[in-house]
């Protein structure tokens, strides 16, 4: 009898040990399954509780290597919590807690180059310049409930214009968010740049609708405001002062 209770505590105690030294290669194999590999770890270092990598955008950009910690305790109810910060002391950093149920952010400040976060995330928009981030001190989603608030910019924004080697500036764009239960509703705007730019968003849990208006910006040359108006005109419905509406919805369920 005791041999067998032996046996048993020294196979828990070895379950144990692995489950407590799990390489930090599982959170790159999460990472690959839930962004579908575009976005990965590489050079992982420690355990999946403590560790570290350099973070990887398909199809190639490399950032900062990233520190993560992450609770064992409340796996035990089906919640991963935790917080994350780049190695040097700068963004990316964030506390999180996922659920199925929905996720809590907090001191969120993330800044990555335009380019390397459209491709990643299939929206490849003709060589797009200037650098995305966003900044939270706290956003929720729980049980389909929004709270909190959310600021997403792009700050030096421009994107390759019609002729090959011009460029349309965008200024810095900025898209405020903010957590009105049902849904997280958003006001863009930009300031500078060779465009104007303003509009609405809204997601929920079911859906997401985006209506945003471009009109080259009074001032400019007269002909690089004929090319703009020109390329704006392929993608958008005309609007009766000089600027062109895009709408986007998508079901998310």
Same mark, same amino acid.
């Given at each position: 009898?005791?041999?067998?209770?032996?046996?048993?505590?020294g #196979?828990?105690?070895?379950?144990?040990?692995?489950?407590?030294?799990?390489?930090? !290669?599982?959170?790159?194999?999460?990472?690959?399954?839930?962004?579908?590999?575009?976005?990965?770890?590489a050079?992982?270092r420690? !355990? #999946?509780?403590?560790?570290?990598?350099?973070?990887?955008l398909?199809?190639?950009?490399?950032?900062?290597?990233?520190?993560?910690?992450?609770?064992?305790?409340?796996?035990?109810?089906?919640? *991963?919590r935790?917080?994350?910060?780049?190695?040097? $002391?700068?963004?990316?950093?964030?506390?999180? %807690?996922?659920?199925n149920?929905?996720? =809590?952010?907090?001191?969120v400040? =993330?800044?990555?180059? %335009?380019?390397?976060?459209?491709?990643?995330?299939?929206?490849?928009?003709?060589s797009a310049?200037?650098t995305l981030?966003?900044?939270?001190?706290?956003? *929720?989603?729980?049980s389909? #409930?929004?709270?909190?608030?959310? %600021?997403?910019?792009? @700050? $030096?924004?421009?994107?390759?214009?019609?002729?090959?080697?011009?460029?349309?500036?965008? $200024?810095?764009?900025?898209?405020?968010?903010?957590?009105?239960?049902?849904?997280? !509703?958003? !006001?863009?705007?930009?300031?500078?740049?060779?465009?104007?730019?303003?509009g609405?968003?809204s997601?929920?849990s @079911?859906?997401?609708l985006?209506?945003?208006?471009v009109?080259?910006?009074?001032?400019?040359?007269?002909?690089?405001?004929?090319?703009?108006?020109?390329?704006?005109?392929?993608? $958008?419905?005309?609007?009766?002062?000089?600027?062109?509406?895009?709408?986007?919805?998508?079901?998310?369920?």
């Amino acid at each position: 009898m005791r041999t067998g209770i032996a046996i048993v505590v020294g #196979v828990l105690l070895f379950a144990l040990a692995l489950l407590i030294e799990a390489p930090a !290669t599982l959170v790159d194999r999460w990472l690959a399954a839930a962004s579908r590999e575009r976005v990965r770890l590489a050079d992982l270092r420690g !355990t #999946v509780w403590n560790g570290s990598g350099m973070l990887w955008l398909a199809p190639g950009f490399a950032g900062a290597r990233i520190q993560w910690h992450l609770d064992a305790m409340p796996l035990l109810w089906g919640e *991963a919590r935790g917080s994350l910060r780049a190695e040097d $002391g700068n963004s990316p950093r964030a506390v999180f %807690a996922l659920a199925n149920h929905g996720f =809590v952010l907090r001191d969120v400040e =993330v800044a990555l180059p %335009a380019d390397a976060v459209l491709r990643a995330v299939a929206m490849p928009l003709a060589s797009a310049g200037g650098t995305l981030g966003l900044r939270s001190d706290a956003l *929720a989603l729980r049980s389909d #409930v929004f709270e909190g608030r959310a %600021a997403l910019h792009w @700050d $030096g924004a421009n994107l390759q214009g019609p002729i090959p080697g011009t460029r349309i500036g965008l $200024g810095d764009v900025r898209l405020d968010v903010v957590g009105d239960g049902r849904a997280l !509703t958003g !006001t863009l705007a930009n300031a500078g740049g060779d465009v104007d730019i303003s509009g609405t968003t809204s997601l929920a849990s @079911d859906a997401m609708l985006a209506e945003v208006l471009v009109r080259p910006r009074a001032g400019i040359d007269a002909e690089r405001s004929r090319s703009i108006s020109s390329t704006l005109a392929l993608l $958008g419905q005309p609007d009766a002062k000089n600027g062109y509406r895009f709408v986007w919805s998508a079901r998310l369920k």
